[in-house]
């Protein structure tokens, strides 16, 4: 049958755009146009498109006047973020006609025009962000572009935007198109919100958040006072900022707010955490932290418990339990998007300080992906300066973003940590220039401002998990209060703050606070500080710290810890692949390590010794100059008994090899064990001119006479050439003293001496003081073996000796008191001369201190002899190290009541530089005498092994 003929007729008015009519048998039909069947089929595929990756579109059929569809942004774990987006769809082939392609000639995207402004001016100035989706309907792809005034751009008559062929409405997009979304939550106005903190202006669902990382503005201000009573949140944020005095006293004013000291009993358990986080800011107890986390009610109340005792078990050393609180918050996928971005971002840290860089960055950058949409919230932004912060330190300097981490730095959180921080350092200044200035004017405080702000700083970082500025004010609260503590004495407080300036990653603080306890005590905070280093306490922050603490003080450690030590540094040595996996080191760990092995032996067992000979001896190939100098000091620690064939066999092929201090210094130890060829071979290279064969050789007194004449001419050329830089104004300090060693040659060789240089040397104007220190110093001690004639003219030359030249920005040190003691020593100032010298000098400078309690070792001047008494008690240490050393030199010889009395003072000094300058200078004579046995015995249980080891080689030798 054939097909009917359609008569077509002029389509109804009302109806222009949308049908065409025809007349079908008598009646009028309706027809769709192609253009409704295109649009219509655009807007549902793009609604498709929406739903596809969790979006909520929703027609405008009712009030379409250019936004065909109104989307409920989600994000990818399809959280409902609040954000609406507007979305108009252009569907057709039409609409990509205008392409513009790429250097390549590849689509890049095409051009949408309208030949007037009007929709371009409601999409930009609409409350709601709007995206132009221009939709292929013949491939399914939905291309997009945020329509705002920087991408519209006038034609003249109309506008246009460019829609990028790479942005498509898929998975892939979701974060740029959820980034759009949150464009239209404005950042809160903070201004003027100080004084009307209240957790009543906070979102019930923020409030917990915003207690712990914007305290400031769930707080009440300090001035309002106790009056009303308080909420839970208010609480937490008052300990969130130290306020801790605070919060007992509206405890106090009312029955509502529970004691934070005393056990909760209600039923709400936001003040269970209130009470948990008290219980750990004043005795470091997890339990009721670990309570709260099992009981939190809500995901809120999971993420903010989860966060503070990771943040606790992480300062505690136990990162793994951190990482697994965090893991379990993760895994059961429930939190919000900020609170799961806290959680992210805190797990990431963790991450990073063992070395998991991959899982930090997914941490880091899935953290991101939580945030935006919430612009309105106050703490995302810190939490996002955290995430950012986080991807810089892992792709470091050169490949990091400094200044989008730098830009999302600079938010209302770090701030208000700054101003609390600056707060901190004012009371700070205040206080010493009070005790500058001797005010004896009382004061009376109820509560330390410094402590609590920094406490509050320092938290604030953690929980936050801004880990940079966590450790900075973790390391400047740590000295504050170890400064504190130290003044009082408090041996527990010492080594809390030490453990806490430990975590904090700065090692060079950490070096000289424990350089400073160990010459001054208390020891046993040292000791705790060694014990509380774990096997999880080794992390890219605290690495560097761990290994100077064993450098320092690893001599106090027993002997089985010693050896763990040993043992663990030795196996790194061997193969740092594992240790450099987890901490990601930022040092050289050779010689951080060989330090701390170092600083360890004299405390191992003689099985953790051999273990380290065996290691040096296994080495290949030339060793390092730097690494060098440290295994010399290996060297020195080994006993030759204790080597086996094998090991030295091994040394001795490592001598072979090493021509610098170590092959010297591993010859020198054979020696000591009847090694003929050893013994041989460290006296050729002496005579030859090496003078760190020299210096191991040991006594020079196995040298013959030609052998010390050729060296005495070697020692010669050395000063000569010491004056002529000094005559050219050019000063060099090295590691050998020429006129040192031409002193002690000439003394034991009088025969071959050669005497003339060295006076030239000593009594030269422009020579540097330190270049004649030694040789003074030796000449003082040993002036019985120096012919008279040398005596004498070094006693007439005094006054230019003592106005040698020095340089204390090198470390130099005046002469004076030196060429005093050769003045006394030959007789040329005595009695009543000699006493005034040396008054003049216990006056004086810290270095003339010293110089003058050496004199007082050395038996001279005994009527000013009660001076010493002084410097047993100076306030400088190595004034008390001089007066301790002089004090043994007395006590082995003819000890007097003062000697004896200070002798049983010093014992019990706190530190380990003392007693050990004490038994030093016991050991410089041979005399024994029953205060010099009393002293050693004293010493024989003394926590530092160098300690121990001295006692009991003295007591060995008498």
Not at 741 to 770: I, K, Q
């Amino acid at each position: 049958m054939p097909p009917r003929q359609w008569d077509r007729v002029a389509p109804s008015a009302s109806r222009v755009s949308k049908t065409v009519g025809y007349e079908v048998a008598g009646r009028s039909l309706l027809r769709a146009s192609e253009q409704e069947q295109t649009g219509g089929a655009g807007a549902s595929e793009v609604s498709a498109k929406f739903q596809r990756i969790g979006w909520g579109p929703v027609p405008n059929d009712a009030h379409d006047l250019g936004t065909d569809l109104l989307v409920e942004a989600r994000d990818h774990r399809l959280f409902d973020r609040g954000l609406i987006v507007g979305a108009q769809v252009k569907a057709g082939s039409s609409w990509f006609d205008h392409e513009v392609r790429d250097e390549n000639g590849e689509i890049a995207g095409w051009w949408y025009y309208e030949p007037e402004a009007t929709h371009f001016d409601d999409w930009v100035a609409h409350g709601l962000p709007h995206l132009l989706v221009l939709h292929d309907l013949d491939h399914n792809v939905s291309h997009w572009a945020h329509v705002t005034a920087e991408h519209v751009i006038s034609t003249g008559k109309g506008c246009k935007i460019f829609v990028p062929r790479e942005q498509s409405i898929d998975e892939e997009h979701l974060d740029e198109l959820l980034a759009v979304a949150a464009q239209q939550k404005a950042a809160p106005e903070l201004e003027g919100t100080s004084f009307t903190a209240s957790a009543d202006a906070v979102p019930p669902g923020r409030r917990l958040r915003y207690a712990l990382l914007a305290p400031r503005l769930v707080a009440p201000h300090p001035n309002i006072g106790h009056e009303a009573p308080i909420a839970a949140e208010e609480a937490l944020a008052l300990c969130a900022q130290g306020r801790f005095l605070d919060l007992q006293r509206f405890a106090d004013a009312h029955g509502s707010v529970p004691d934070p000291h005393q056990p909760y009993v209600g039923r709400d358990w936001r003040w269970s955490l209130v009470r948990a986080v008290c219980t750990w800011a004043f005795d470091d107890a997890l339990d009721g932290l670990e309570h709260a986390a099992a009981t939190a009610p809500t995901a809120e109340a999971k993420a903010a418990v989860g966060v503070v005792l990771a943040c606790v078990l992480l300062r505690a050393d136990r990162l793994t339990q951190a990482c697994s609180v965090l893991d379990r918050l993760v895994e059961e996928d429930s939190l919000g998007p900020v609170d799961q971005g806290w959680v992210l971002v805190q797990r990431g840290r963790i991450r990073a300080e063992v070395g998991d860089l991959v899982g930090a960055r997914a941490d880091a950058v899935e953290a991101q992906r939580q945030f935006p949409g919430d612009a309105d919230d106050v703490t995302v932004s810190g939490l996002a300066s955290a995430a950012a912060w986080l991807l810089f330190r892992i792709a470091g300097f050169a490949s990091g973003d400094l200044a989008g981490t730098l830009t999302a730095a600079d938010n209302a959180i770090m701030w208000w940590r700054s101003q609390t921080i600056a707060s901190a350092l004012t009371n700070t200044v205040e206080r010493a220039f009070h005790r500058w200035s001797q005010d004896t004017t009382s004061r009376w405080t109820v509560e330390d401002r410094e402590e609590v702000n920094l406490f509050a700083a320092e938290l604030n970082a953690d929980l936050t998990a801004e880990h940079g500025a966590w450790s900075t004010i973790a390391s400047l609260s740590s000295r504050q209060l170890l400064m504190r503590r130290h003044a009082v004495g408090d041996a527990e407080g010492i080594s809390h703050n030490l453990h806490s300036l430990r975590r904090s990653g700065d090692h060079a603080s950490l070096k000289l606070a424990v350089d400073h306890v160990r010459r001054v005590g208390p020891i046993e905070s040292l000791v705790a500080l060694l014990h509380g280093i774990g096997p999880e306490s080794w992390t890219h922050t605290t690495a560097k710290s761990n290994l100077e603490v064993l450098a320092r003080v690893g001599d106090l450690a027993d002997e089985s810890m010693a050896a763990q030590w040993i043992g663990m540094l030795l196996t790194v040595l061997r193969d740092p692949t594992d240790f450099r996996d987890r901490v990601v080191p930022f040092f050289w760990v050779d010689l951080a390590v060989v330090e701390a092995v170092r600083g360890l032996l004299p405390a191992g067992s003689p099985q953790s010794r051999l273990l380290a000979a065996e290691c040096l001896a296994s080495h290949e190939g030339p060793v390092d100059e730097v690494l060098a100098s440290t295994l010399t000091d290996w060297i020195e620690e080994f006993s030759s008994e204790e080597l086996t064939n094998e090991v030295r066999r091994g040394l001795r092929r490592l001598a072979e090899g090493d021509r610098g201090s170590l092959g010297a210094a591993v010859l020198g130890k054979l020696a000591e064990h009847d090694d003929a060829e050893a013994k041989q071979e460290v006296v050729a290279r002496a005579i030859k001119g090496d003078l760190n064969a020299l210096s191991a050789m040991g006594a020079v007194t196995i040298l013959s006479s030609a052998q010390a004449d050729s060296l005495i001419v070697k020692f010669e050329a050395m000063v000569r050439q010491t004056i002529e830089s000094a005559n050219r104004s050019k000063w060099g300090f090295g590691r050998h003293d020429a006129g040192l060693g031409l002193a002690v040659l000439n003394m034991w060789f009088p025969d071959v001496a050669r005497w003339d240089p060295l006076l030239e040397l000593l009594t030269h104007s422009c020579v540097a003081a330190d270049h004649k220190r030694g040789a003074l110093e030796l000449i003082a001690n040993e002036y019985e073996r120096i012919p008279d004639e040398v005596l004498d003219r070094l006693a007439a030359a005094t006054s230019a000796i003592t106005n040698s030249p020095y340089f204390a920005e090198m470390g130099g040190r005046p002469l004076g008191a030196a060429a005093i003691a050769v003045a006394i020593a030959s007789g040329a100032i005595a009695d009543e001369a000699a006493d005034i010298a040396v008054t003049q000098l216990s006056l004086g400078s810290e270095h003339e201190r010293c110089d003058a309690a050496a004199i007082f070792g050395r038996g001279w001047c005994e009527r000013m002899r009660p001076l010493l008494a002084s410097f047993v008690a100076d306030g400088r240490v190595s004034v008390r190290r001089a007066a301790a050393n002089a004090v043994g030199r007395l006590s082995a010889t003819d000890p007097d009541p003062l000697v004896m009395e200070l002798a049983r003072r010093l014992v019990h000094d706190r530190g380990a530089v003392v007693p050990r300058a004490l038994l030093v200078g016991l050991s410089r004579q041979d005399a024994d005498t029953a205060l010099a046995r009393e002293t050693a015995t004293a010493l024989e249980d003394h926590p530092s092994a160098h300690v121990r080891g001295l006692a009991r080689d003295f007591i060995t030798r008498l």
